[in-house]
């Protein structure tokens, strides 16, 4: 299973869509997702034995997404990430309000 089908499933019964990098829909509220780092954690004669992977998930909305949020966070901590980072956000240029969170998982 890829990391991208990790997170897909994680936060596959939340009642908004959830998109690979970008959504093209009219939703007002939505999620992005992508691999900001894939990078070796563990090596063992000269082998990769477990992959970190840094993926960003992004919460975008017109409104409070305060629940939203919570509730991603508690999927993706079920899915087997570490939270890294949240970053509060908005982009004014369309008028969205845009939650940044970082998480990490190993991979054998």
């Known amino acids: 299973m890829s990391i991208n089908q990790d997170v897909i499933i994680a936060l596959n019964d ?50 409070d997404y305060t629940k939203l949020v919570k509730t991603v966070h508690q999927k993706m901590l079920g899915a087997g990430f570490t939270k890294q980072s949240f970053y509060d956000l908005y982009e004014d240029d369309v008028k969205i309000y845009h939650k940044a969170m970082r998480f990490f998982k190993e991979v054998m």
Do not use: M, N, R
Not at 31 to 57: C, N, R, S, W
């Open 14 to 63: 939340i009642k908004v869509p959830v998109s690979f990098q970008s959504y093209t829909g009219d939703a007002d509220t939505y999620i992005t997702f992508f691999t900001y780092l894939d990078k070796p954690e563990q090596h063992a004669d000269d082998k990769e034995l477990v992959t970190g992977h840094y993926v960003q998930v992004d919460v975008w909305s017109k409104g």
